[in-house]
């Protein structure tokens, strides 16, 4: 009891109720919704999870990652080869992934924040790994190399292999992201988390506090490399089908940043109103192109209205509507 | 003087319900365009934003033309052609699908690259709707045991083994048989799929040349001046290029600067030599060289008048395979269409897997699907750029202009 009271600590009852109401209607939303709407919402889970795993790293510790598709495409691979070769499911897959994912980005970590490398110089060095990884993966036959990995499509579900419709992928990004939701109330909640936050305020100044950098940097990017990993394993088991050109591509890094710079660096539910937000916007924008019938529109508007969100709301999305709905938490 | 704006709830709610009308807005327009009268809804996905786009543009154009091309050839039927752009990625081009099953459409063609077909396979296999799939080489698609799922593209180990053993046809006709080839490619997906596909089969083939070397390099490669000093340096007497279009003006301007002249540059299923932007920009260099890969046949009767449609319609644009598939993959809908005289799936289906279709576009036999779904009777035909145009020189059935092997210098009076 004492976690969940401190879980919810100062959280306003309209939040809780909010937060209660959004559960049961996404519990329901399969059946309410049509196939079309059920893989829009499924996108906009799957866009909240990475970004609160991005989150972490960047919005919670400050460390600047471009290259997150590294450890999505690393789980992915993993948990697919392990079931496409050994037949090994992916929820045992799934530890493996989260391992390599995880030591991945120890390695990435502690050469970065090692040997001080920060800003531009951090977000160089994610890319560079995530680049050389695809390349390594390009021509790795174990992982179907350039031509990729296809996993056998069932038309029967099968929980146990994670094999089966959109019904039951959705309801796993759902707990994914609701897990990734409270675990990073958690995190912040804790001890660990008001650390990362004074690193990323001021590093040095933390330093000479007595807060553990090094350590905590090094926490925050296996954490958030452990989660990424997790969405890049139900992406792999979602689709199918893994390419090293697209699993580990800049444009999926970027993808992953998006929801949480939109909706709101460092909140909680700044990742779940950016991919709202993204995905709604995108899919509007997809229907008006196909409507004018002028390839290429939505990413000129798509591109016009991030624009316009950061020029107006340069810290997110949800700090202004938090504070519009009189959601913003009580400070002790 | 300062104007505060007061943000009351009601407000706030205001604002968000013009968003949500301002976002939902086209998708009436979507569902009304969807839902207009025809013979039989087809959804036609294709990449055509994105970083595939130049591509899916080039396939949408097949099927801008495709109800005027079965008016000429008196063909019953008229389809109702819906756009979806899946934008290159995987995971658009799946809810694109949900959306258009959703918008009535009862059958999808699609969708150019490998990774987003199986995405919409999956969509067509999990909703019971025919997907006939125009471009998509992976032979995971037709390995996977869909019921829902045709396709009229040849295969990757197909492309390969099609084009190596047309050399060996070239060879003969010309009666020069080069002893050694240098294979270049680009190692991008595509490349070393192709690259490794080669090397695989090319035992199993019996060729009449060893390959010497084998050189990649970066797609977004600036200079291949090594590369091809390389190639050069095995005095191979073939170049086999697997190139993308950039790299393939890169290579074939680097030749010309070094003066390498081998007996042929036969690009064994890739792109590249025989695209429209390659002609503009390589003139006379680009003559003389051959690919071979399925192409349209320029004696159909449909070919002609597909090419004629396409002229008129898109003069400044090159009829390409592109184009031949995308047409071709909405001749079988239609086809399948006649035949089942309904629009339900499994009706569609059954027809679909009975499609024999004499008259065609691409060169090879009647489009027809094994029982994995594959159409087997793709050939590869052998087409030369002659006065900048890619043009079919074998098989002889299909030869709109005679063989010339082995390819003139780079200065020779041939090249105008």
Redesign the interface.
Known sequence: MSFIRRLVGNAPPRILWSLAILLALLLVAPALLGKYWLSVLILILYFAFVGQAWNILMGFAGQLSLGHALYAGLGGYIAAGLYFHYGIGPWAGVFAAVVVAGMAGAIVGYLGFRFSLAGVYFALLTIAFSEFTRVAFDHWEWAGGSGGLFLKVEAVTDIINLRGGPVLFYYVILGLAAGAFILCRALLQSRLGQYWLAIREDAEAAQAVGVPVLRCKMIAIVISAALTALAGVWNAFYYNNLFPETAFAMGRSIEITLAPIIGGLGTLFGPIVGAVVLTGLGEAFTDLGDVLRIPGIKQIFYGLALLVIVMYRPAGVWPWLADKLGLKERQP | MTSHKT?T?RY?GQTALAGAT??????P??YA?AQTTGNLKVALLLP???IQ?QI??ACRRGADVANDVFTDMKLPVKLEIV???T?S????A???A??A??AGCQMLVGAFD??QT??I???A???GVPLVVNIAA?P?ITE????FVVRNFPT?PMLITGALSLHKEIFKVSGKTPKTAVMMGV???????MV?GIKALFPKLDMPYEIVDTITYDPAAKDLSVEVGRAKATKAELLIPVNRLNDAKLMIQEMVKQRWEPMGVMNPGAPGLYEQDFFKTMGKYSDFLISNVPWLDPKSAMTQSLEKRHAAKFPNDQLDINAGFTFEGLLVAAQAWITAKSTKADALMDALRKTKIDLHVIIGGPIQFDAKGQNVNIKAAAVENLKRKPTVVMPAESAAAPLVFPMPGWNDKRRT
Not at chain 2, 22 to 27: E, N, S, T, V
Not at chain 2, 89 to 92: A, G, L, R, S, T
């Open positions: 943000f709830r706030l301002l976002i939902g807005a086209p998708l327009l979507r365009a055509t934003s994105g786009a899916g543009q756009n979806y752009d934008e990625k995987p995971d658009v799946r809810t694109q949900e959306k099953i959703d490998s990774g199986i995405a396979a999956q969509v296999e999990q909703r992976a995971q996977q045991g869909y019921k990757a190692n991008d997906t595509f490349g070393t799929s490794n």
